[in-house]
């Protein structure tokens, strides 16, 4: 059986985590592929609601074993203590895998973060400040520490001494900023390799033998794929690649592995940090989609941006992954918005495009064209099935998955996973 890529089809929070949720039910593996502790997804179930950051999103069904792969940067003191709060809330972690091959976000990573961003200025990227991209510089210079070196302790303190030293001439001499107390992380770390120890394992060796076996996968992905770090609004991105190829190269499967792959695109768009975003609305609209979407980050509680669904970014997601299928995630949110308008293109310096050009500076100067529908009354909340949405929801779906030119397989009504209609079933797509 192929495995099933669940990505974010925006610049992040679309969703994903609910519908993970809903789908790993029958899965074997639900695996992380990108990212690191800056990804916050939220589930809610029968369970609570929950906060995730690192644990993947199918934890909570018994017969999954949730997994971050090689791609991962892992946070190791974020993931021990994500770990205790999950296990308090009554949720086991006994099955976790982590991957020997995941590179360490460590403590002088988020000083190099945090300086780097202030060093910028005007030209800041709106980084969460976890050392994401500090961690994948040293990954691709390489010079990181892999969660696999934790497993032999005595080597382990001495990478761990030799790239704090590196990192504090860094900091002191090219940014003016503090050093990182060396000690202080060589405690910290020998803690982190005493217990994340018995997670440690070859990851993508147990998920080629798991499909060749006929079992089911669920690749996870963490940032929207319109951060993609080849993909996106360079460099108004992330540092991992967030799409299907990134996913295979995280997880260690051939492509020919991949089957299903289901793109969650908010019912509008939303944004965190800086970066071209053609849609959003500063006024009365961006302000209601924010506090009744309560869009605010599940890791930094950042207020997001907000604005109108692009078609045009969208459906390039949709194209450069191969998306078989569409979760529409909060419709619930447009409930009495009249009327509705979709972006089917940019006009750019007099000329309209309907594709999103590769440089930012374009995007920045992009005004979008827009379609306009009628909105609906009433709420959409109630909803279990297609013939119980307003006419207009059910217009403004239609549209949407006609300018994606593939279907739509699921339909988010609300935070719980009861309050969803299936369409079809994505996972056979």
Not at 233 to 246: D, I, K, L, Q, W
Request: charged letters at 25%; a negative charge.
């Amino acid at each position: 059986m192929p495995a099933t890529v669940i990505l974010g089809g925006h610049w992040g929070d679309e969703g994903k985590g609910k519908v993970i949720d809903l789908l790993a039910a029958n899965c074997s593996y639900n695996v992380r592929y990108s990212g690191g502790a800056n990804a916050g997804h939220t589930v809610v179930n029968e369970h609570g609601s929950f906060a995730l950051h690192q644990v993947p999103s199918g934890v909570f069904h018994p017969g999954v074993v949730p997994m971050l792969a090689a791609g991962v940067v892992v946070d190791p003191q974020a993931l021990l203590e994500e770990i205790a709060t999950l296990r308090a809330q009554g949720v086991s972690l006994d099955r976790l895998h982590v991957s020997e091959r995941a590179h360490l976000v460590m403590p002088y990573h988020k000083a190099l973060d945090t300086a780097m961003e202030a060093r910028r200025g005007e030209r800041r990227l709106g980084t969460t400040g976890k050392g994401i991209g500090p961690a994948y510089s040293d990954k691709a210079a390489r010079d990181g520490l892999r969660v696999g070196d934790m497993l032999d302790r005595k080597r382990f303190a001495e990478l761990v001494r030799q790239s704090v030293e590196a990192a504090n001439r860094q900091l002191v001499a090219l940014y003016g900023a503090e050093p990182v107390d060396a000690e202080h992380v060589l405690d910290q770390s020998e803690e982190w390799a005493r217990q994340l120890g018995p997670y440690i394992c070859d990851v993508e060796r147990e998920l080629r033998y798991g499909l060749s076996r006929g079992q089911m996968v669920l690749l996870e992905g963490a940032q929207g794929a319109l951060l993609d770090i080849d993909a996106g609004s360079y460099p108004y991105v992330t540092s991992s690649s967030t799409g299907v190829a990134g996913a295979c190269a995280s997880a260690g499967i051939p492509v020919q592995s991949v089957g299903p792959v289901v793109a969650a695109l908010h019912a509008y768009m939303t944004r965190v940090g800086e970066g071209p975003f053609p849609t959003e609305q500063e006024n009365g609209i961006g302000e209601h989609l924010r506090v009744v979407g309560k869009e605010f980050g599940t890791t930094t509680g950042r207020a997001r941006r907000c604005g109108w669904f692009d078609a045009a970014a969208s459906r390039y997601i949709v194209d450069l992954n191969g998306v078989t299928s569409l979760a529409i995630t909060k419709l619930d949110i447009l409930d009495g918005l009249d009327p509705l308008k979709l972006c089917v293109g940019y006009e750019i310096d007099g000329k309209i495009i309907d594709y999103v050009p590769a440089r930012p500076e374009l995007l920045f100067r992009a005004e979008p064209v827009y379609e306009e529908l009628p909105g609906w009354q009433g709420r959409t909340t109630p909803a279990r099935t297609w013939e119980e949405l307003p006419d207009g929801a059910r217009a403004y779906v239609r549209r949407i998955e006609e300018l994606m030119g593939v279907p739509v397989s699921i339909i988010s009504v609300g935070p719980a996973r009861d309050e969803t209609i299936i369409l079809r079933d994505p996972l056979s797509m």
